[in-house]
């Protein structure tokens, strides 16, 4: 029967009988470890290795024997990251798959350390790049693993300042909205109700300048939703010195309410409404007639937004 095996390697038969997994789904029978040996198999052309990798997706999505197996075997789900994040993370048709592989890896484990050493690599790339584009992928399990539990995000917070202030600097070197969209995707559930007074004030500040800016001259609809989100978070528990900072220009000497005031203005609904509620939500929240009185008075000085 180890003949008929698909996916074989030939190193199989050395392989432990704990890596066969029967899955009627798949063929029948599987060797676990000879899914990763093809995988990270750097001979073998990088199309044919992402339908294995695709495989391993199923499996460990839908198969809780082949799920247990990465759960109680730690170096084999950081060699899986490893695989995962290395040449399949710099081929834009292979991203997906890749990071949903590492989703489930990390979502399986429930491991810090390996959260953690996922987090690190992200810091690394950054650090050496300097360029966010380039890491997107990175971003992108970020955010989903974000938006799975808000664990992730106390983790983040208190062990990864330096990473999100890197990342906040590094934005203002970007106008690649897919990535900015990502980035700010990421801070949507780090300034969600229960993690907002873990970021500290350093951070909060750079979010909120970056908000402002990127708010009045966002060209994607799925960025400007997304900021607003971000914005709509950050109003359901601010206070008065917050109000403050949000109202202040940015370092490019852009408002918030202008950016506001140009999505009231498009013919997207969704912003009209979303807008709406932040300039609402700000009205409500502020207590300084000043704030009040620069929403009110504003106008725009630029066209209309599609």
Not at 222 to 229: G, M, Q, V, W
Not at 264 to 273: C, S
């Amino acid at each position: 029967m180890a003949t008929q095996l698909p996916y074989m390697t030939q190193r199989h038969q050395k392989h432990d009988v704990h890596w066969m997994v029967v899955s009627p789904a798949h063929s029948g029978v599987l060797c676990v470890a000879c899914l990763v040996e093809q995988v990270e198999n750097d001979e073998t052309p990088l199309v044919q290795r992402k339908v294995v990798l695709s495989l391993l997706s199923s499996l460990l999505e839908e198969n809780g024997e082949v799920a247990a197996k990465f759960e109680e075997n730690l170096l084999l789900c950081r060699h899986m990251i490893d695989i995962a994040t290395g040449s399949f993370f710099k081929h834009d048709q292979h991203v997906d798959t890749a990071v949903k592989v590492c989703q489930l890896i990390l979502e399986t484990a429930e491991s810090e350390d390996l959260v953690w050493y996922t987090t690190d690599k992200l810091h690394f790339q950054l650090q050496d790049t300097q360029d966010l584009v380039s890491v997107l992928p990175y971003l992108v399990l970020l955010g989903r693993l974000l938006a799975i539990s808000p664990a992730y995000g106390f983790h983040i917070l208190h062990k990864h300042e330096s990473l999100l202030l890197l990342v906040l600097r590094l934005l203002n070197q970007t106008s690649d909205e897919d990535c900015l969209c990502s980035v700010i995707y990421v801070f949507i559930h780090l300034l969600d109700d229960s993690l907002q007074s873990d970021m500290s004030l350093d951070v909060r500040c750079g979010v909120y300048q970056v908000l402002v800016s990127l708010l009045d001259n966002a060209q994607t609809l799925d960025l400007r939703l997304n900021l607003l989100a971000l914005l709509k978070n950050i109003l359901k528990n601010i206070d008065e010195e917050s109000v403050k900072l949000l109202m202040a220009p940015s370092p490019d000497n852009r408002y918030l309410v202008m950016g506001l005031k140009k999505m009231l203005i498009t013919k997207h609904e969704m912003l009209q409404t979303a807008s709406a509620h932040c300039v609402k939500a700000l009205m409500s929240h502020s207590r300084d007639e000043s704030t009040v009185t620069q929403i009110l008075e504003s106008d725009l000085a630029g066209e209309s937004v599609d």
